[in-house]
């Protein structure tokens, strides 16, 4: 599975944005599909997961209720929607697959090369 992220850029806190991942390869449709981050000196943190099945989705504390993530399994495409950014939601933003539904991002076998979100206040 290749994956690659886009949809990053500067917004105002309180701005939206909605980032995309395009995964090529037969296998997406069974692969879970996470979103991590990782701000400058800090390790690649969990944001939210959905299970290959579609409807389970988990999220960080931190980003419940103003991130939503989704998959569009004919497009081999997953997202991740938020809204209400604040400035602490500046990172890289990391697209991932692999088999099992968890927040370790050690149970992840690929990666996308990252987007920048960066929200200013």
């Known amino acids: 599975v290749q994956l690659q992220a886009s949809g990053g850029g500067l917004v105002q806190a309180g701005d939206s944005l909605r980032l995309s991942c395009a995964a090529s390869g037969r296998t997406f449709r069974s692969q879970v599909m996470g979103w991590f981050r990782q701000a400058p000196g800090k390790e690649r943190d969990f944001v939210a997961a959905i299970h290959w099945s579609g409807p389970m989705t988990t999220y960080q504390d931190s980003v419940k209720g103003r991130f939503t993530i989704s998959r569009d399994n004919a497009k081999n495409t997953v997202y991740l929607q938020m809204i209400s950014l604040k400035p602490e939601d500046t990172a890289v933003y990391y697209c991932?697959?692999?088999?099992?539904?968890?927040?370790?991002?050690?149970?992840?076998?690929?990666w996308g090369q990252g987007t920048q979100v960066t929200v200013s206040s």
């Open positions: 991932a697959a692999g088999p099992n539904y968890s927040w370790d991002v050690n149970q992840y076998d690929y």
